[in-house]
C-alpha cells in the first residue's frame, strides 16, 4: 500500500511540473480554449486581423475608422446611406430619366435606322449614340430599386458589377462618340473636299465599333471584380459605393487612368474640332441666306455639345478624380466622404446626357429634323380630323 501511495506522489509532482513549463501552459491555453480558438479565427478571417490596422484604413468609397473588432463607416457615409437624398431623391430622378429617355431614344433609333436614306456618317454615330443610352436606361431600375431599398443591393454580386459597369460604359460610350461627331463636323466644314474617302460609310462603322470596344475595355475590371460590401451597422448590402481597403490603390490607379484617357482626350478633341469648325465658319461671308442658317446650326450644335459636356460629363469625372486622387491609406483626416457623397449625386445628374443627346440628333441631322416635323404633322392632321362625339 505504501508502495502506491509513493507512486501517486511521484506522479502529482510530475503533472505539476509539466503544468508549470511553458509548454504545459500552452496546453492548459488549448484545453481551455476549447472550440472557441476555431470561431475567433474564422472571425478575424472575416475582420482582418488587428495587428496590421496600424494605419486607418480608407474605403474606395466613404471614409473607415478603425475598430478593435470591425470595420465602422463613417457617421458621415451613413447618414448619407441612409439619407433622403441617396434614398428618395436620386431614385425619383433615376424613374425620370428612364421613363423620358426610353420612349426617345427609341424613336431616335427607329429614325435612323429605318428612315434615313442614305446613311450619312453623322446618322451612324447618332444611332449608335442612341443606341448607348437606350441600354443605359434599361439598367435603370435596379438602380432605382437599389436606392429606394435604402441603398440595399438584392440582385447579386454578378449584377451589382454589370449595372455598375454599364454606368461608365455608357458615359464614355457618349463621351467617345460625340468627339467622333465633331471630328466628322470638322472635316465635313473645315476639308468638304478632300475628307470624302475618310467620310465613308464603312470607316464610320469601323469608328463606331472601335468606340464601343474602347469603353468596354474600360468597363471590363469593374465587371470582374466584386462592387458589392456588406454594412452589417446598417444591415446592407452597398452596390460600388463602399468597398475593402486592400482595393484602395487598385481604384485609384484604375479611375484616375480611365478619366485621362477616355474623358480628357476626347474631351480636348472635342474643343479642338469644334473651334476649327466656329473658326472655318467665321471667315464665310455673312451676306449669303445660306451660309448664315449654316453658321447658325452649327454654333447652336456647338452649344449644345458643351452644355453635355458641362453639366454631365465635367463635374462626374472631376469629382471622380479629386475623390481618388486624394485617396490616402496613412492619412485618415484625408478620407473624402464629402467629395464621394458629392460624386453620387453629380453621377446621377451625369445620366442627363440621355435627355440632352435627342438635342444633338435635332441639330446635327436635319434628316432627322424633316421626319420628326412629319410626325408631328401627321399626328396634328389626325387629331384634326378626328371626328367629334359631342
Known amino acids: 500500500y505504501s508502495d502506491v501511495l509513493l507512486q501517486l506522489d511521484k506522479s502529482c509532482l510530475s503533472l505539476q511540473q509539466t503544468l508549470q513549463s511553458p509548454a504545459g501552459e500552452r496546453e492548459r491555453e488549448q484545453q481551455r480554449r476549447g472550440t472557441n480558438g476555431k470561431d475567433k479565427s474564422c472571425f478575424f478571417l472575416l475582420l482582418g486581423t488587428q495587428k496590421n490596422k496600424t494605419k486607418t484604413p480608407t474605403e474606395a468609397g ?3 475608422l478603425p475598430s ?5 463607416t ?96 455608357n458615359m464614355y460610350c457618349s463621351v467617345l462618340l460625340i468627339a467622333c461627331i465633331s471630328v466628322d ?4 466644314v ?51 459605393d463602399v468597398h475593402s481597403t486592400n482595393k484602395i490603390i487598385w481604384l485609384k490607379t484604375y479611375f484616375v487612368t480611365l478619366c485621362c484617357f477616355l474623358f480628357l482626350i476626347p474631351l480636348l478633341i472635342t474643343l479642338v474640332s469644334y473651334t476649327g469648325v466656329i ?22 450644335m456647338t452649344l449644345t455639345v458643351l452644355l453635355i459636356f458641362l453639366l454631365c460629363f465635367v463635374p462626374t469625372n472631376c469629382l471622380l478624380l479629386a475623390h481618388y486622387l486624394q485617396l490616402n491609406t496613412e492619412k485618415s483626416q484625408e478620407a473624402p466622404d464629402g467629395s464621394y457623397a458629392l460624386y453620387l449625386v453629380f453621377l446621377c445628374l451625369g445620366s442627363l446626357n440621355c435627355l440632352l443627346d435627342p438635342l444633338l440628333y435635332y ?14 404633322k401627321c399626328n396634328n392632321d389626325n387629331s384634326t380630323h378626328s371626328p367629334s362625339y359631342l
Open 185 to 188: 463636323r470638322l472635316l465635313a
Open 68 to 72: 478593435s473588432k470591425e470595420r465602422v
Open 279 to 300: 473658326c472655318s465658319l467665321s471667315r464665310l461671308q455673312y451676306d449669303v441666306p445660306e451660309t448664315s442658317h449654316r453658321k447658325r446650326r452649327a454654333v447652336v
Open 62 to 64: 466613404f471614409a473607415v
Open 74 to 169: 463613417s457617421e458621415e457615409a451613413l447618414e448619407f446611406l441612409t439619407g433622403p437624398v441617396s434614398t428618395i431623391l436620386l431614385p425619383c430622378f433615376y424613374t425620370l430619366i428612364c421613363f423620358i429617355s426610353v420612349p426617345i431614344n427609341i424613336f431616335a433609333i427607329m429614325v435612323f435606322n429605318c428612315w434615313i436614306r442614305p446613311k450619312t456618317p453623322a446618322a451612324i454615330y447618332m444611332l449608335n449614340l442612341a443606341l448607348a443610352d437606350l441600354l443605359f436606361a434599361l439598367m435603370l431600375p435596379f438602380k432605382i430599386s437599389y436606392h429606394f431599398e435604402g441603398n440595399n443591393w438584392k440582385f447579386g454580386s454578378t449584377m451589382c458589377s454589370v449595372v455598375t459597369a454599364a454606368f461608365y460604359w
Open 190 to 240: 473645315v476639308y468638304p473636299i478632300d475628307s470624302l474617302a475618310w467620310r465613308s460609310s464603312r470607316t464610320t462603322v469601323i469608328a463606331c465599333i472601335t468606340m464601343w470596344l474602347l469603353s468596354f475595355a474600360g468597363s471590363v475590371p469593374l465587371v470582374s471584380s466584386d462592387q458589392t460590401f456588406n454594412l452589417t451597422k446598417l444591415n446592407i448590402t452597398t452596390c460600388h
Open 363 to 376: 441639330f446635327g441631322s436635319s434628316q432627322f429634323r424633316k421626319q420628326l416635323s412629319n410626325m408631328l
